[in-house]
């Protein structure tokens, strides 16, 4: 059973969208609108909008829209009713007492309440007989009982059930436990196979403080040498970070970006709490966002070997998108964090911390690295070299910026600053062509149809997807129209199965007297609803007029009955001459 929509509409008004986003972002009025860098993608220029009148917001860089239901679920990574519930908490009013569909949250507690249970086994084990060598190797590598106890590391027995019976003594079902992929169905699918086993266990908490996931690292030469949890209902690995709950209580709006748990933990131990790591994948765009929460500037500190040094540069480039000042702290003698702090000893925190003060901005770092490949006593290599760091330069946004290093480099290689600032230019304007170039090859595929999931066949009927959603926008936007509009159409006239299964849900919404969007959130999935909210971007503010409405009705109404090229191909001349004299009438 649904919520009641009396329910939701006074969640609404008791949930201010832009209260509820400045916790995340940083608005600014322009209008009667909001503004402000959007949380939900990396951006340097406002497109993220919220609608004070409507208490919904749309993003023009990314899509993504909605209202403050929607907002929450995907701010926080929750579920519709999680979310409805945390608003409701937020606004002092008690969930309805009928029995509405919480299915899909009720499995996510206890997904969560596994993951706990879990971290607690994986503890207790590693203190027991059994989880000596995890134990061993743990201490072996430098940590303190003290943190090994803080990040509440653990070990998985070398057994393939023992968790699995230890979770099921505990009233988890064998759905559950793979649900969590905590286990996976053996073979002749008569019970479970516990996922991780033999190997030290690094729990991943959230923000919140729930247990989300595993990482286990084998003690041996095997591969993989670390396995994580796949994703599940309440964990994805390219939107989390690992100890971000322990790094977000720090005052220092800094980050530490590491590679892996080990250097995490011994940076940690080492003094510095605010150090987390990318969870078995490169960084994605999404995790860049997530430490822009939390942090104004980053520091990556990764291995020093080759495939470090490329995972830094392409780090660079997605947290500076995501509008983070960047710093590379560069360890010596191609040592990871982890080994370094525990060469130095009892000196190791003292000596990263100088490690932390060394270190270079992101542009600093790409120019002295393009250094080490040329020889700047020849006068080629030197042109080459410039003409390189020039398209350093031309990434930067602040002509201040600029101007300081190319009159650095001008210093040092004895060349104008003014010859460095042409190139600079050239490139930047080059470059700025070539986005423009991206962005309309983008736009005029999105508005010609092509990659479209939710109407596949959009490219092939473009004039009655355009004019469906012009009516559609028009339904959402001025509902009184509803009335003429219906008497006109159908949900039979529209061609495209999406929008046809919207008009659907907004004249039963309409019928009924409801508010159109008050139940879409959650109606409809993730994508759906980006899509609703920019169909309703199109006449926002822009009051229909009758004669248009007409126009959207009569192509609908031609559309429909539009014969298809197989069909054309396949009739007879008296159904062309009728089709043909059909079309001709319309028109008159």
């Known amino acids: 059973m649904a919520l009641p929509e009396e329910f939701l509409q006074e969640l609404r008004a008791r949930s201010d969208i832009t209260e509820v986003a400045s916790q995340y972002v940083s608005l600014k009025r322009r209008g009667r609108n909001m503004v402000g860098l959007c949380p939900f993608h990396g951006e340097k220029t406002p497109s993220f909008n919220i609608y004070t009148e409507t208490n919904s917001f749309y993003c023009f860089g990314c899509g993504a829209g909605g209202d403050v239901i929607t907002f929450v679920m995907r701010i926080e990574n929750l579920d519709y009713i999680e979310a409805v519930r945390l608003l409701a908490q937020r606004a002092g009013m008690s969930m309805p007492s009928e029995n509405y569909d919480d299915s899909l949250a009720k499995l996510k507690r206890r997904i969560y309440e596994a993951n706990r249970e879990t971290a607690r086994f994986f503890f207790r084990t590693l203190y027991s007989p059994i989880g000596r060598s995890g134990l061993e190797y743990l201490r072996s590598r ?131 709490e605010n150090a987390v790591a990318t969870l078995g994948t490169s960084l994605t765009s999404e995790q860049a966002v997530l430490m822009k929460r939390f942090a104004d500037e980053v520091i990556i500190c990764y291995d020093a070997d080759e495939a470090g040094q490329k995972a830094t540069r392409r780090a660079i480039s997605i947290l500076r998108k995501a509008g983070l000042e960047v710093r590379v702290l560069v360890v010596p003698d191609g040592k990871d964090p982890d080994e370094f ?62 101007e300081t290093y190319a009159s650095r480099l001008s210093e040092e290689l004895g060349v104008s600053r003014e010859s460095i600032m042409q190139e600079v230019t050239r490139l930047k304007r080059s470059r700025a062509r070539g986005e423009k170039k991206k962005e309309f090859s983008r736009l005029a595929g ?27 926008s028009v339904l959402i936007n001025y509902p009184e129209e509803y009335s003429y509009i219906s008497s006109h159409i159908t949900a039979d006239s529209f061609v495209t199965d999406f929008n046809r299964r919207l008009y659907r849900y907004f004249a039963s919404k309409l019928d009924n007297g409801s508010q159109v969007l008050n139940t879409v959130s959650g109606d409809f999935s993730q994508a759906e609803i980006n899509r609703i909210f920019s169909i309703a971007n199109i006449s926002r503010g822009i009051s229909p007029s009758a004669e248009a409405i007409d126009e959207y009705i009569r192509v609908l109404s031609e559309e429909k009955d539009k014969l298809s090229a197989e069909q054309i191909a396949n009739a007879s001349t008296q159904t062309l001459s009728d089709y043909i004299s059909k079309l001709k009438s319309k028109r008159e």
């Open 142 to 272: 430098g940590l303190s009982d003290k943190t090994i106890r803080h990040f509440g590391l653990g070990f998985a027995p070398d057994s393939r059930f023992d968790l699995s019976n230890h979770l099921r003594q505990k009233g988890f079902t064998d759905e559950e436990l793979v649900a969590a992929n905590l286990a996976y169905k053996n073979k002749n699918g008569r019970g479970t196979n516990d996922r991780f086993y033999n190997r030290v266990m690094f729990p991943i908490i959230d923000v919140r403080g729930n247990v989300i996931a595993f990482g286990g690292r084998i003690m041996t030469d095997e591969k993989p040498k670390y396995l994580n949890t796949s994703d599940t209902l309440v964990f994805n690995k390219s939107q989390n970070l690992f100890s971000l709950n322990n790094a977000k209580k720090t005052t220092d709006r800094t980050l530490i970006l590491c590679e892996g748990y080990m250097d995490v933990i011994a940076v940690n131990q080492a003094g510095f």
């Open 446 to 472: 999105s508005l010609a149809g092509r990659d479209d999931r939710l109407t596949p066949h959009r490219r092939e009927e473009l004039r009655a997807s355009r004019a469906e959603e012009n009516l559609l």
């Open 341 to 402: 702090i525990r060469k130095n000893g009892d000196n190791g925190g003292a000596a990263f911390y100088s490690l932390i003060n060394a270190s270079t901005n992101d542009i600093e770092y790409k120019l002295n690295k393009l250094k080490r490949n040329y020889d700047l006593s020849l006068p080629d290599q030197r042109v080459r070299f410039l003409n390189e760091a020039s398209g350093v330069l031309a990434e930067l946004e602040k002509p201040l910026e600029q």
